[in-house]
């Protein structure tokens, strides 16, 4: 079935060191997006790309680094310079299309030790 | 994109239809409506989209003003399954190739009790 895949759900990591998040879709979408959600708050758009090789901030991008060499992959880095890591970590995918909807996966859930 | 206002939490009784609603009064004219879920944990659910006409699809109806500046979201016979936070969200159709920018708020938190 198509859909987006996150990995890992579940990621431990201790203070100071980076960590890559999975993102892979098989919807055929142009674009791909990374969301961050805190306890009891909305979504914040990390970075997006509406094409690959090519990648955008979105209003929280400080401290996470992106790539997108291959379309249906999106992989994002939350680096050492990110001050609170620990959240809930969301990608999603939408097809480009003017009234184009998103559509996430699952999810992982960052922990910083 | 325009900002939207939803109340924090809701509550309805199971079977019965719960009706959400969304201002968003500073909407532009080719501004959409969407309406997202999301349950505890999970990534967010498409629900529903609209621009000027009601929808209505297997999961919900979209009811917008004539004057554009609200919305209903209705779940006709909530299940215990619909308990969830509900976002209102709009969002310009820039045209084909554009990225789909969501701006997510808080929501709606609600509850379908017994």
């Known amino acids: 079935d198509g859909g987006i895949t996150q990995s890992p759900k579940y990621l431990f990591r201790k203070e100071g060191q980076n960590v890559t998040l999975s993102c892979e879709q098989n919807l055929n979408h142009d674009a791909m997006y990374w969301y961050r959600q805190d306890p009891g708050q909305g979504l914040r758009l990390i970075y997006y790309s509406q094409i690959v090789n090519d990648f955008q901030k979105g209003d929280i991008a400080e401290g996470y680094s992106v790539s997108r060499e291959k379309k249906e992959s999106f992989p994002l880095t939350v680096t050492s310079a990110q001050k609170n890591p620990t959240a809930f970590y969301l990608c999603a995918s939408s097809s480009g299309r003017a009234s184009g909807e998103l559509f996430f996966g699952e999810g992982s859930r960052l922990t910083v030790l | 994109d325009a900002k939207t206002t939803q109340p924090p939490s809701m509550d309805c009784a199971e079977g019965r239809a719960a009706n959400l609603p969304c201002n968003h009064s500073t909407i532009s004219g080719n501004e959409y409506v969407y309406w997202y879920r999301q349950i505890h944990s999970q990534g967010p659910q498409y629900i529903i989209h609209g621009l000027k006409n009601n929808e209505t699809n297997e999961m919900a109806s979209l009811i917008i003003t004539e004057d554009r500046k609200s919305s209903t979201l209705i779940l006709p016979h909530a299940t215990l399954r619909d308990t969830a936070v509900y976002y209102c969200?709009?969002?310009?159709?820039?045209?084909?190739?554009?990225?789909?920018?969501?701006?997510f708020g808080t929501g709606t938190r609600l509850q379908v009790t017994l």
């Open positions: 969200i709009v969002r310009a159709g820039l045209g084909t190739g554009t990225a789909s920018k969501l701006t």
